[in-house]
């Protein structure tokens, strides 16, 4: 059985999905603070006798202590956690509380329990201003917020629990997720929402929303940031493959999860305007704090040693995205 804890996240709900289609038994650990236990509901309903829920606290060692002892489980994939930059910003002890101090309690656990194997979901934040673009796995890791902090901070620890309990762990950095699955069931739900791609599509939807660029004068082809966007249904296939490559006695190791190609927000815009033939208001405003010109994946190492191939395109993402929030506003 795979544990998947913030399994009622917009990534981890994705993973459960795909986890459960793969034929695997999937207990799901969450507080249910952020995400949304309706999609727990749903696998319930369609995977019966291979889905469970346990609620409960990483902050509480006790629940874990209970959920490793009622189910059998083989090998983790940690979503849960605090992820949003600038909240990070105002109020960092909540993300090293709940980050690190919750993730060092599910690490004593397995090693109570004696489960080697995790899958870590990390951030290209991890690197902050990039020194040089396509950033691979080797490029220096200086988070500039406390949300990349808290997940180097846990990198750094999963090391040090390799070292001394054995405690094997893949962790992978993602760049920008976006998409749905494919019948667009599962998407992206954040309140606030900070993200662009539904900014984008909200302001279609939300009378008097406007959607707002932050900066064009960032010195890049048009002048607005440029990120590298991965589809959610790639990226939770890695994890299915990092899952494999730590059953087949891989060592702990550390993979970028992007698509190598860089996208500027102005793109993304178009691409949104092309994909919904709709109009969609727009205002330029001042640059975001913390905001690096330009973040685009190397991807080469996920590609050759897991065997990872990013196969969805932007506009598909985009049209997925599209129909999650059609659904949303019950259009
Ligand atoms: N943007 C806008 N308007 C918006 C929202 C975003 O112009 O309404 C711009 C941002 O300024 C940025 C780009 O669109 O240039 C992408 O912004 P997102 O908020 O969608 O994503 P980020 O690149 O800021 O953040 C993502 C993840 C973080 C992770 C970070 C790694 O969501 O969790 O990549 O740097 F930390």
Sequence with gaps: MILVTGGDGYIGSNCVLKLLESGKEVVVFD???TGHAETGAFFAKNYVGRFSVFEGDLLEPGDLRALFSDYDIDAVIHFAAFSQVAESMADPAKYWRNNVVGTMNLLDAMRDAGVGKIVFSSTAATYGEPEYVPIDEKHPQRPINPYGQTKLAIEQMMD???RA???RSVRLRYFNVVGTD???RIGEWHDPETH???NILKSLFEEGREFTIFGDDYDTRDGTCIRDYVNVLDLVDAHLLALEYLDEGGKTDFFN????DGYTVKEVFETCRRVTGKDIPVRIAGRRPGDPAVLVADNLKAKTQLCWVPRRTLENSIRSAYAWEKRMHKC
Aim: aromatic residues 10%.
């Design 165 to 167: 309990y054995g405690i």
């Design 257 to 260: 999860l992007g698509t190598a």
């Design 196 to 198: 662009l791609i539904p």
């Design 160 to 162: 040090s629990y390799d």
């Design 182 to 184: 494919q019948d667009a």
């Design 31 to 33: 507080n249910h603070s």
